[in-house]
C-alpha cells in the first residue's frame, strides 16, 4: 500500500474537498472520491477513517452525528472555515506543483 | 459559536460528553453496514455481503486504534476548553458578585492593600539588609574575621593590631589577611576649604582581595606601606568628582591630610565606597614587630577564601589558631573564640536581625488580621447568597464548582488589593530612603521594591487570596440545597458560619492587641526620649568636631594647649554660656569601652566583666552638660601630663563598685591599647551623663581629664543663649586664627544630634506604631462587621422575642455575649504573644521592660475602647429593631 507523505496529504485535501459541498459520511467520502476520480482512485477504508480523524484533531473539519436518507445513524463531517482556508491554499499549492511534474515529464528526456 | 446568556452558562448543569471510544467504533460499523447493504443490493446474499465487507475495511482494530488515538486526544482538549471555559465563567460571575457589592469590595481590597502592602515595606527592608551581597566578584568567599562575643556582651569583638599580626603570619586558608580601620581626614593644600572626609586605612592587598581595579591609576603596593615611602593615598571616583571636578591629571597630584602631603596614585571606580561610605584611603603599616597579640588598635580583618578552600576549612584553621593564642597570649585572650562569617554579616548585628525578623512576622500578623477580615466580610456576604448557592447545587454544580466560584471571588479581590499593596511598598520605601541617614548604610544595602520583593508580594497575594477564600468557599460548598430550598424561611440559619466568624474575631483581637503592646513600647520610649529632661536645653546647644591632626601636633603638651586656646576663644565669643571638650557626647554611641580593675583585684580574675564606657572631659564640659559634682572635685588645670593621673566616675559605678563606701581617692586601674593597666585616683562623682539605659552598665561610666589623656579629635559643646548654630562662624573663626587648615566639621546642634542618633530607632518605633495602629483599625472594622452581621443575623428573631416581651437590655445581652466571649478568648492570647513580642523588641528599646506592664495595661484601655465602639455602634441597631417590621420581612 503505497501510503507515501504524498499520497496522505493528497487524500486530506480530496476529503477537504468533498466535505466542501456539504456534511457527508465517511462512506460518502470514499465513495464520492473513488466516483469523481473515475474510479481511479479508490480510497483505502484504512487511510481514509485515519485521515477524517486527524483532519478533525487539526481543527480543519468537525463532525456531528445525523441521520442518513436511509434513517441509520452516521458521522457527518463538516468542513470549518479554518478547513476551508486551508483547502484552498493547498489545492492551489497542488495544482501548480502537479503541473510542474507534468511538465517536467512532458519535456524531452535528454 | 453563540454565547449563551450568563446565567445558563453559569448554572449549567453538565455538558454533554461524547464517549471518545464509542464513537470510532459507530463510525466503523456504519461503514460496514453501508457496504453490506451497497453488495447486497448488487445481488450478493447477505452474508456473504457481510464477509467481504469486513474484508474489504481491512484490519478494524488497527484502524479503530488509529482514530481512537485522535479522537482520544480530542476529547482530552475537550475537557480542557470546557473546564478554562467554566473559569472564564466563574470569573465573569465573580467580576460581577464583587461589583455588586461595592463597598463590601472596597473594604476587602483595601485591607488586603494595606495588610501586603506593609509587610511588603518590612520585607523591602530585610531585603535591603540582609540579602545584599557585596558587589564584587565572588563576594561570598570574601569572610569576616572577629572574635566571638564574650561572656555577658553583646557584639562580637574586633581584632587588635597584634592579634591581625599574629593570625595573618600563621593562616593558611586565605589568599591573605586583609584589614582596615575606620579613620577620617582633613584635606586641605589643593586649593579647596579644608574639610574633613570619611576614609579607611586598608592592608595593601585589600582592594586585590575585593577584585576591584582602579579607575585610574593603581593600587597600593607593599611597598606604600613601609615608613620610608613617600606617602600614597587612593580615593573615590565621588571625592575626584565633587572636589576635583574630575580633573584628568588627578594621579600624581599631592594633598595634605592632616598636614601631610601625600600623592594621590589611583582613583578607585564609580560606587566605590568601601567599606560602607568612605572617600579616602591609605596603606596601613601593620609591621611594629613589637606588637603582640592583645595590643594595638583595633582593626577590622577579612580575607578571600583560596581557590579549593572551602568555608568551614577556614572556621577549623581559626579556631585552632585562636585557642592557640588564647593559650599564648592568656592576660588578653584567656576566653577568645575566632568568630569567622560571611563579609556582609559583620553590618547587620544579631540584635537588628531579630528585631528585623520580628517586625516581618508582625506585618505578617497585620496581613493575617486583614485576611481575616476579608474571609469575614465573604463569610457575611455568602449569607445573602444561600439561594443562589443552592439553586446552583440543586442544578447540578458540584461541591468543587461552588468552592471554586467563591476561590475565584477571592482571587478577584486579592488582585487589585496586591497591586495596590506593591504601590504602598513603594511609596513606602520612597519615605524610608528619606528618613534612612545615608552616611552609615553600608554601599551594597539596596532599599526598594525589586524583583525579590514583587515575587514576595506575589506569593502573599496568592497565600492571601487561599487563606481568605478557602473557609467562605468551604462553607458555600458544604451547604444542603434541599433544606435551603424548602424551608426559605430558615434560609439564614443554615449557614453556620456563626462559630468560624467568632474564632477569627479572637485570632483578631489576640493579634492586634500583641502589636499594639510593642507599638506601646516604641512609641512609649520614643516619646521618653525626646521629652526627656537633660537637665540642658539641646536646642540651646552648639556641638562641632575639631581634629588636631598631622605632625604639628604631635606634641601632646603643644596639643593641649591649642585645645585650652580653642577653649578661651570660644567661651569668650558673644552668646557662648558655658563651653567644654568632650570625646563624646553624652548619648551617642562613640564611648571607649575599657576593661577596668580595682585596687587588690587580679586581672585573670576579672576578664569576663563588662568593660567600662569612658570619655575624656575639660573643666567645665560637666557644667556646660548642667550635670553637679556629687562628691568631690571637677578636673582643673592642675591635672597635668605630669600628675598622677584622675577621673571622675558617675554614681552607678561608684555604687555598683564600691557600695556604700566613699570612692573618692580609691584607685581604678584601665587598660590602654597597649595592654597595660594605668591607674586613675577618682576625685569626683557625677550622676549619669546619658539617657537612663535599661542595661545599667551603660550609665555607668569613667570620666577622664583631657589634660592626661592623648587625643586629637574632640567634640566642642557650647551652652548658647541665643540661636546656637549662628555662632558657628565665630567657633570656625576662632580655629581658623590659630591654624586655617584645621577644619571645623559635623557642625550641629545637640538635638540634631540626639536625632541622628536615635534616627534608625525612631525609625523602626514609627514603623511599629504604624503596624499596630493599622491593625487596630483592621481589627475594629472586622469586629463591626462581624456584630453587625451577626445581628443581622438574629434580627428575625430578635423580633420575635420583642414581640414576646423581652426587655430590650436583655436582648442587648443576647447579641452580645458570644461576641464578649470571642473577645475575651482574644485579648487572653493576645496577652500572651505581647509578652513573646515585648521580649524581642526590648532588645532594641533603649528603656527597659520596667514599662512593659504600664504601656500593656494602657494598650488594654485603648483595644478595650476600640472594641467597644466596634461593637455598640452595630448593638444599636438591636434595639432600633422593630418587631412588627422584621416578622414581616419574612
Not at chain 2, 465573580?94 to 488586603?112: D, S, Y
Request: proline share 5%; aromatic share 8%; with cysteine.
Amino acid at each position: 500500500m503505497g501510503r507515501s507523505q504524498f499520497y496522505v496529504g493528497t487524500l486530506e485535501l480530496m476529503v477537504l474537498h468533498a466535505v466542501k459541498g456539504g456534511p457527508m459520511h465517511g462512506y460518502a467520502i470514499g465513495q464520492w472520491i473513488a466516483e469523481k476520480s473515475g474510479g481511479v482512485l479508490e480510497a483505502e477504508e484504512g487511510a481514509l477513517y485515519p485521515a477524517l480523524h486527524r483532519l478533525e484533531n487539526r481543527g480543519l473539519v468537525r463532525s456531528e452525528w445525523g441521520t442518513t436518507e436511509s434513517g441509520r445513524q452516521a458521522k457527518f463531517y463538516l468542513i470549518t472555515a479554518r478547513g476551508a482556508r486551508h483547502l484552498a491554499t493547498e489545492s492551489a499549492r497542488w495544482r501548480e506543483h502537479s503541473a510542474a511534474v507534468a511538465a517536467v515529464l512532458a519535456s524531452p528526456g535528454d | 459559536m453563540t454565547r449563551r446568556p450568563l446565567f445558563r452558562r453559569s448554572f449549567r448543569v453538565t455538558d454533554f460528553q461524547p464517549d471518545p471510544d464509542r464513537d470510532v467504533e459507530e463510525e466503523i460499523a456504519f461503514h460496514i453496514a453501508q457496504k453490506k447493504e451497497e453488495l447486497v443490493a448488487r445481488g450478493l446474499d447477505p452474508e456473504e455481503a457481510e464477509r467481504r465487507a469486513r474484508e474489504q475495511f481491512g484490519d478494524a482494530g488497527r484502524i479503530g486504534r488509529e482514530c481512537y488515538d485522535a479522537s482520544r486526544t480530542r476529547a482530552r482538549r475537550r475537557v480542557r476548553t470546557l473546564y478554562l471555559q467554566d473559569f472564564r465563567d466563574d470569573l465573569r460571575f465573580g467580576l460581577r458578585t464583587v461589583f455588586r457589592r461595592p463597598l463590601v469590595t472596597l473594604v476587602a481590597v483595601t485591607t488586603i492593600a494595606v495588610g501586603i502592602g506593609i509587610t511588603g515595606v518590612m520585607f523591602s527592608i530585610i531585603n535591603g539588609t540582609m540579602f545584599q551581597t557585596l558587589p564584587f566578584p565572588e563576594s561570598d568567599r570574601l569572610l569576616d574575621v572577629e572574635f566571638a562575643v564574650p561572656e555577658g556582651g553583646t557584639e562580637p569583638r574586633v581584632l587588635q593590631l597584634g592579634d591581625y599580626c599574629w593570625l595573618q603570619e600563621r593562616q593558611s586558608v586565605f589568599e591573605d589577611l586583609e584589614a582596615f580601620d575606620w579613620a577620617s581626614w582633613a584635606v586641605s593644600g589643593d586649593g579647596g576649604n579644608a574639610a574633613v572626609y570619611q576614609g579607611a586605612i586598608v592592608s595593601t592587598g585589600a582592594f586585590a582581595a575585593l577584585r576591584v581595579t582602579p579607575a585610574r591609576g593603581r593600587l597600593f603596593t607593599p611597598e606604600d606601606s613601609l615608613p620610608e615611602t613617600p606617602p600614597v593615598m587612593l580615593i573615590s571616583d565621588r571625592f575626584w568628582h565633587t572636589r576635583y571636578e574630575g580633573d584628568p591629571a588627578i594621579v600624581g597630584r599631592t594633598v595634605r591630610l592632616d598636614g601631610t602631603a601625600r600623592t594621590i596614585v589611583g582613583v578607585m571606580p564609580p560606587d566605590f565606597v568601601f567599606p560602607v561610605n568612605q572617600d579616602l584611603w591609605l596603606p596601613l603599616t601593620p609591621r611594629d614587630p613589637a606588637l603582640l597579640p592583645g595590643q594595638g588598635g583595633t582593626v577590622e580583618s577579612f580575607g578571600r577564601l583560596k581557590e579549593g578552600t572551602t568555608f568551614e576549612a577556614a572556621r577549623a584553621e581559626f579556631d585552632g589558631l585562636v585557642e592557640r593564642m588564647a593559650r599564648e597570649y592568656p592576660q588578653r585572650h584567656a576566653d577568645t573564640r575566632a568568630l569567622i562569617r560571611p563579609y556582609e554579616r559583620e553590618y547587620v548585628g544579631e540584635e537588628v536581625r531579630t528585631v528585623l525578623i520580628a517586625m516581618l512576622i508582625a506585618t505578617l500578623a497585620v496581613l493575617l488580621v486583614a485576611c481575616v477580615n476579608v474571609a469575614n466580610l465573604q463569610l457575611a456576604a455568602a449569607l445573602g447568597r444561600v439561594r443562589e448557592i443552592s439553586i446552583r447545587t440543586a442544578l447540578g454544580a458540584g461541591r468543587g464548582r461552588i468552592m471554586r466560584q467563591f476561590l475565584v471571588e477571592s482571587f478577584l479581590l486579592t488582585a487589585p488589593g496586591a497591586a495596590l499593596g506593591l504601590l504602598i511598598a513603594q511609596v513606602g520605601m520612597y519615605g524610608f530612603n528619606l528618613a534612612m541617614p545615608t552616611e552609615e548604610t553600608p554601599f551594597w544595602f539596596h532599599f526598594g521594591v525589586d524583583m525579590r520583593v514583587t515575587a514576595y508580594i506575589a506569593f502573599l497575594a496568592l497565600f492571601t487570596a487561599l487563606l481568605s477564600g478557602i473557609l467562605p468557599a468551604i462553607r458555600a460548598a458544604g451547604l444542603d440545597s434541599r433544606d435551603t430550598l424548602r424551608e426559605e424561611s430558615r434560609s439564614t440559619t443554615t449557614f453556620r458560619s456563626g462559630r468560624t466568624t467568632g474564632r477569627l474575631v479572637s485570632v483578631e483581637v489576640a493579634l492586634s492587641f500583641a502589636l499594639l503592646v510593642v507599638a506601646g513600647l516604641c512609641g512609649y520610649s520614643m516619646l521618653y526620649l525626646f521629652s526627656h529632661d537633660w537637665g540642658f536645653e539641646p536646642r540651646k546647644m552648639l556641638a562641632a568636631d575639631i581634629d588636631l591632626d598631622g605632625p604639628a601636633y604631635d606634641d601632646p603638651t603643644g596639643r593641649y594647649r591649642i585645645w585650652e586656646e580653642i577653649l578661651a576663644g570660644v567661651a569668650a565669643l558673644p552668646g557662648a554660656e558655658e563651653v567644654g571638650l568632650t570625646s563624646s557626647l553624652p548619648f551617642d554611641d562613640e564611648w571607649e569601652d575599657l576593661p577596668y580593675l580595682l585596687e587588690g583585684e587580679d586581672p585573670a580574675e576579672v576578664r569576663n566583666r563588662r568593660p567600662v564606657m569612658t570619655t575624656v572631659i575639660t573643666p567645665g564640659t560637666l557644667t556646660t552638660f548642667s550635670r553637679a559634682i556629687l562628691q568631690g572635685r571637677d578636673f582643673s588645670d592642675t591635672d597635668g601630663f605630669q600628675d598622677p593621673p584622675v577621673a571622675i566616675v558617675t554614681q552607678n559605678f561608684a555604687r555598683r563598685n564600691f557600695g556604700d563606701a566613699s570612692v573618692l581617692d580609691r584607685r581604678i586601674g584601665l587598660l590602654d591599647v597597649h595592654g597595660v593597666w594605668r591607674w586613675y585616683t577618682i576625685v569626683g562623682v557625677v550622676p549619669e551623663l546619658g539617657v537612663p539605659r535599661k542595661d545599667p552598665v551603660l550609665s555607668e561610666n569613667v570620666l577622664l581629664p583631657l589634660s592626661q589623656n592623648r587625643y586629637r579629635g574632640l567634640t566642642i559643646a557650647v551652652r548658647v543663649s541665643g540661636d546656637p548654630l549662628a555662632l558657628t562662624p565665630g567657633v570656625r573663626s576662632v580655629v581658623a586664627a590659630i591654624d586655617p587648615d584645621l577644619p571645623v566639621f559635623n557642625v550641629r546642634t545637640v538635638r540634631d544630634q540626639l536625632e541622628e542618633t536615635l534616627s534608625v530607632f525612631t525609625l523602626l518605633s514609627t514603623l511599629f506604631t504604624l503596624f499596630g495602629i493599622t491593625a487596630l483599625l483592621l481589627a475594629m472594622v472586622g469586629l463591626y462587621g462581624v456584630v453587625a452581621f451577626s445581628v443581622g443575623r438574629r434580627r428575625q428573631e430578635i423580633g420575635i422575642r420583642m414581640a414576646l416581651g423581652a426587655a430590650r437590655l436583655d436582648l442587648v445581652r443576647l447579641v452580645s455575649r458570644p461576641v464578649a466571649v470571642q473577645v475575651g478568648v482574644g485579648l487572653l492570647a493576645g496577652a500572651v504573644l505581647a509578652l513573646l513580642f515585648s521580649r524581642v523588641i526590648t532588645a532594641i528599646l533603649i528603656i527597659g521592660r520596667d514599662y512593659a506592664l504600664p504601656v500593656s495595661l494602657a494598650t488594654f484601655g485603648l483595644l478595650l475602647l476600640s472594641v467597644l465602639l466596634a461593637v455598640v455602634l452595630p448593638l444599636r441597631r438591636v434595639l432600633q429593631i422593630d418587631p412588627a417590621v422584621s416578622l414581616r420581612t419574612n
